[in-house]
T-cell receptor
């Protein structure tokens, strides 16, 4: 009964390094999302996907790329990390488009620090 | 600009002391308003979805209500296990939920 699993849970990067965050869901959900959460600002949508092979930009997409090659996985990439990308990243998934009686299931988060 | 504002930022209650959390929004064309609970170090957990003004939903000690400009999360006779951050989110067009910054609730025994 895993739900939404994020890997890794913690990471420290140096400025300019790259990394990929992995989100995996086992609920056969069509829609997947990447958010970042910063103190005092709430969660902000980075990118989302409405199905395998599709991606779209959210509110704060700059500096990030995503891919959805398999329905169950949604990858978030940072090509050249910057200190401003220090944050907690959350992945979420839904069965279909919001808000149609659809709740979002969130992962446990990835705490990323860029030094 | 579309905004979601939650108040207060933090709330401390004694066990059994009922209160309300507020979520006000300025988005146009509201399609849904969501409440989530978030415990420290964890992802948000879904509580309610409200769709139209006048709608109410309840779950245990929690009751969510919605007007045209705001939503309230009423907590009746809270217990220490209700301590968490409560997040409000609004969907107004596509698949983007716009979140408020949250209210951090502490319930003392």
């Amino acid at each position: 009964n895993a739900g939404v699993t994020q890997t890794p849970k913690f990471r420290v990067l140096k400025t300019g390094q790259s990394m990929t965050l992995l989100c995996a869901q086992d609920m056969n959900h069509e829609y997947m999302y990447w958010y970042r959460q910063d103190p005092g600002m709430g969660l902000r949508l980075i990118h989302y996907s409405v199905g395998e092979g599709t991606t779209a930009k959210g509110e704060v997409p700059d500096g990030y790329n995503v891919s959805r090659l398999k329905k169950q996985n949604f990858l978030l990439g940072l090509e050249s990390a910057a200190p401003s990308q220090t944050s907690v990243y959350f992945c979420a998934s839904t069965t279909g488009p919001l808000p149609l009686n659809t709740e979002a299931f969130f992962g446990q988060g990835t705490r990323l620090t860029v030094v | 600009e579309d905004q979601v504002t939650q108040s207060p930022e933090a709330l401390r209650l004694q066990e059994g002391e009922s209160s309300s959390l507020n979520c006000s929004y300025t988005v146009s064309g509201l399609r849904g308003l969501f409440w989530y609970r978030q415990d420290p170090g964890k992802g948000p957990e879904f509580l309610f979805t409200l769709y139209s003004a006048g709608e109410e939903k309840e779950k245990e000690r929690l009751k969510a209500t919605l007007t045209k400009k705001e939503s309230f999360l009423h907590i009746t006779a809270p217990k220490p296990e209700d301590s968490a951050t409560y997040l409000c989110a609004v969907q107004y067009n596509n698949n983007d939920m716009r979140f408020g910054a949250g209210t951090r609730l502490t319930v003392k025994p």
